[in-house]
């Protein structure tokens, strides 16, 4: 639940986010292996979007962030959905989750990090099922 998993902190710098992140990359860490030319140039097209000062910053933040008293306040049913493939969120971040609040309710589907983009349809459903096993 903390970003102590994600990334060495050296690697968050501006001047890093201003090169265009190699498709092998994009794919190993954030899109999976089977993703498409057109996976990765969509992805790029979004990076582009965001000043590299910007994405340094949220990556930092991230690394940083320390969320645990604050979820273990959450007082709605929570379910986490998790990617099987994730090469970025390691499983034992989530079994963090898990000490902070046992009875959030966990879906593993497969995919990569970037789970709800590439797997949309099955994560959708995920969502729709908790959502209507408590009447919403």
Excluded: M, N
């Excluded at 970037?114 to 949309?120: A, E, H, I, N, S």
Aim: charged residues 30%.
């Amino acid at each position: 639940v903390r970003g102590r998993w994600l990334l060495p902190s050296f690697l968050p710098r501006a001047a890093l986010f201003r090169l265009e992140p190699p498709a092998w990359f994009l794919r190993r860490y954030l899109l999976g292996d089977d993703a498409t030319d057109e996976d990765v140039a969509g992805l790029r097209k979004v990076i582009a979007q965001v000043s590299p000062a910007v994405l340094a910053r949220r990556a930092r933040e991230t690394l940083a962030v320390d969320v645990v008293e604050a979820f273990r306040r959450v007082d709605v049913p929570v379910l986490v959905v998790a990617a099987s493939a994730d090469r970025v969120v390691p499983a034992r971040a989530f079994e963090d989750f898990a000490r902070c609040k046992p009875e959030a309710e966990r879906v593993v589907l497969e995919g990569p990090h970037l789970l709800l983009q590439r797997r949309r349809v099955q994560a959708a459903r995920e969502i729709v099922r908790f959502l209507e096993a408590r009447g919403r």
